[in-house]
């Protein structure tokens, strides 16, 4: 099996520069150009499946990219961004010290309160890819975020803690996986942003 993740596109919040976990915010001008261009970019491939997380950024992507109608994507409360709590629309370099340290080096400083923690994120991720494997999909496109994209990538990595957070996934950057037998694999990373 063939898991295909990406980032949604670009939106008001992510060109301002604002934390942006569970706004409900859609893509805006030149989110859905990326959107398009790297539906482009992939070619005529098509999903036996897309899901997405519930937020409207992330399902508009994932119709787009995965060449289906909105409704036609499966939402899954599983794949929804990181929980800022009070941070949530605050500017990136105005958090204070500890939610900057905490995204900065999340092995090191812990979440502040009221934002979700690392060990959510790699639950939620690892509960919901491990009931894709069941699946009996060739390949699969799933939308998300830039919080939760780092679980999902740590798990099909099998990475140490269960978590990938550097590099950044880009807007509309894809990311395919194979899933086969209980192991994964990077395959490659597909990039319509630059």
Not at 9 to 23: E, P
Request: glycine share 8%; with cysteine; proline share 5%.
């Amino acid at each position: 099996m063939k898991i295909w993740i990406t980032r949604h596109g670009q939106t008001r919040l992510n060109k301002a520069r604002l934390m942006q976990g569970l706004t409900d915010e859609p893509l805006n001008e030149t989110g859905i150009a990326q959107a398009r261009k790297a539906r482009a970019m992939i070619g005529d491939i098509r999903f036996d499946a897309v899901y997405s997380s519930p937020l409207d950024r992330a399902v508009q992507t994932g119709a787009i990219i995965g060449g289906v109608s909105p409704d036609q994507v499966i939402r899954d409360e599983r794949l929804i961004e990181a929980d800022f709590g009070r941070y949530e629309q605050r500017k990136y370099y105005l958090m204070g010290p500890a939610m900057t340290l905490y995204w900065a080096l999340p092995e090191v400083f812990p979440a502040p309160d009221t934002v979700e923690t690392i060990a959510s994120l790699t639950e939620r991720s690892r509960s919901f890819l491990q009931e894709i494997e069941q699946m009996d999909y060739e390949n699969v496109l799933i939308s998300c975020h830039g919080g939760i994209i780092r679980a999902l990538t740590g798990y099909l990595t099998d990475a140490p803690g269960g978590i990938v957070w550097r590099p950044k996934a880009h807007n509309c950057e894809i990311r395919v996986f194979e899933s086969a037998g209980g192991k994964h694999r990077l395959l490659k990373k597909i990039r319509a942003e630059k």
